[in-house]
């Protein structure tokens, strides 16, 4: 296999500007299969815009994004968003639907047959910790927020996408119930083997599910590394973010 072909996602001196403002510069970032990149930054740092040029909502004004070696204004933008799962805060399920037919939304419009959907439903609702019996046939507004994000991420997966893009899928929850849920992200995208880019502005979150984290501040990418890479840096940014962990200690 070459190594272009091991790569996910690669940011090649990307920059994107609308009404003449520049919300990223010279972003360049290699993701390999496999990686949990955790995007951590301040709120505007550019976290949601970066997120969104990998799926094709936004486009690169400069430089070029490649999903599986390929920039995604080469990709048909239906087939490039089929293979990333995108799992948002304000979760987007539909209210009309039940939570079996929004996990089993993307399968049903890449034609799987019925049988098929319902027991990928079943499969997915119970990898992320709910009992299919009891919630396939709920509706969105009968579900408390940490289940509605269960069913988010249990959709994004539903198809079985390489790769899979976060922002801020937990922000919204009591800290028990995130703590539950990044626990078992964590070790569901370790066993699955996906490729993730998470957004946040938790430095906890961020080296908790983080196998590098890249900080992000004013539309630039200012450190990229381990934990430990992370804690070394000089930036002070990062040093900022770092003063955030031990703001509770005394
Ligand atoms: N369509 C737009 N037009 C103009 N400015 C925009 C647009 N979208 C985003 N911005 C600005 O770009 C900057 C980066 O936004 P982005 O959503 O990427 O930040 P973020 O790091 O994800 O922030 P948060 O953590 O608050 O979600 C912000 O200052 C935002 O106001």
């Not at 976290?47 to 994004?65: D, E, F, R, S, Y």
């Not at 028990?176 to 938790?202: A, C, N, P, S, W």
């Amino acid at each position: 296999m070459s190594q272009a072909a091991e790569i996910a996602v690669e940011f090649r001196d990307v920059s994107f500007q609308i009404n003449r403002r520049t919300l990223l510069s010279q972003l360049n970032l290699t993701i390999f299969p496999g990686e949990a990149i955790v995007l951590l930054g301040r709120s505007g740092s550019g976290k949601t815009t970066t997120l969104k040029l990998i799926n094709h909502l936004l486009i690169p004004t400069g430089g070029q994004v490649l999903v599986n070696s390929r920039p995604t204004t080469d990709w048909d933008a239906i087939q490039l968003r089929r293979r990333i799962g995108y799992v948002i805060q304000e979760i987007g399920l539909f209210p009309h639907f039940s939570v079996g037919e929004n996990i089993g939304l993307v399968p049903s419009l890449e034609k799987w047959t019925e049988q098929k959907i319902q027991a990928r439903v079943y499969e997915m609702l119970n990898l992320v910790g709910l009992d299919p019996e009891i919630f396939a046939q709920r509706y969105p507004d009968q579900l408390s927020g940490g289940q509605r994000q269960r069913v988010g991420v249990a959709r994004a997966l539903a198809a079985d996408p390489p790769i899979l893009l976060m922002d801020e899928p937990f922000g919204a929850l009591d800290p028990i119930t995130r703590l539950e849920l990044q626990e078992q992200f964590r070790y569901l995208q370790r066993q699955l083997g996906k490729t993730v880019i998470f957004v946040t502005h938790d430095i906890q979150e961020a080296f908790f599910l983080g196998t590098r984290i890249g900080l992000m501040y004013e539309g630039t990418l200012v450190a990229l590394g381990t934990k430990a890479e992370f804690l070394e840096s000089q930036h002070p940014e990062a040093q900022a973010f770092i003063a955030c962990l031990h703001s509770g200690e005394n």
